[in-house]
C-alpha cells in the first residue's frame, strides 16, 4: 500500500521556522520525483517545490531564498525546511510523488503563520 505521511505543521509566529517531512512507504521513493504543494484558505492548488530523483530543486517565486526542499532516500523522507515565514505560507502543505503516470498524495499538514 502507498502512503506519503507528511507531518511537522502547526501554528509560528510571523519569521519563524518550521521543518516537514514526508515519510513514504510502499513504492520505489528513490526514483521518483516529489513535490510539495500548498493550498491556503479560499484558494486553490499551488506548487511550491519540487525535487527530481538526482536532486534537482524548483521553487516558486513567493518561496525562493526562504525555503529549502531535500530528500533522504536511505529513509524514504521527503522535507521542506521554511524560514522567514509569513501569513500568507499559511496554507495545508501536501507531499506528492510523481513517475510517468503514477502520481501519489498525501494527507496534508497545516501550516498556520500567526502573531
Known amino acids: 500500500e502507498v502512503q506519503l505521511q507528511a507531518s511537522g505543521g502547526g501554528l509560528v509566529q510571523p519569521g519563524g521556522s518550521l521543518r516537514l517531512s514526508c515519510v513514504a512507504s510502499?513504492?520505489?521513493?528513490?526514483?521518483?520525483?516529489m513535490s510539495w504543494l500548498r493550498q491556503a484558505p479560499g484558494k486553490g492548488l499551488e506548487s511550491v517545490s519540487d525535487?527530481?530523483?538526482?536532486?534537482?530543486?524548483a521553487y516558486a517565486d513567493s518561496v525562493k531564498g526562504r525555503f529549502t526542499i531535500s530528500r533522504d532516500n536511505a529513509k524514504n523522507t521527503l522535507y521542506l525546511q521554511m524560514n522567514s515565514l509569513r501569513p500568507e505560507d499559511t496554507a495545508v502543505y501536501y507531499c506528492?510523488?510523481?513517475?510517468?503516470?503514477?502520481?501519489?498524495w498525501g494527507q496534508g499538514t497545516l501550516v498556520t503563520v500567526s502573531s
Open positions: 506528492n510523488a510523481q513517475k510517468g503516470r503514477l502520481n501519489y
Open positions: 510502499g513504492f520505489r521513493f528513490s526514483s521518483f520525483a
Open positions: 525535487i527530481m530523483n538526482d536532486d534537482r530543486t
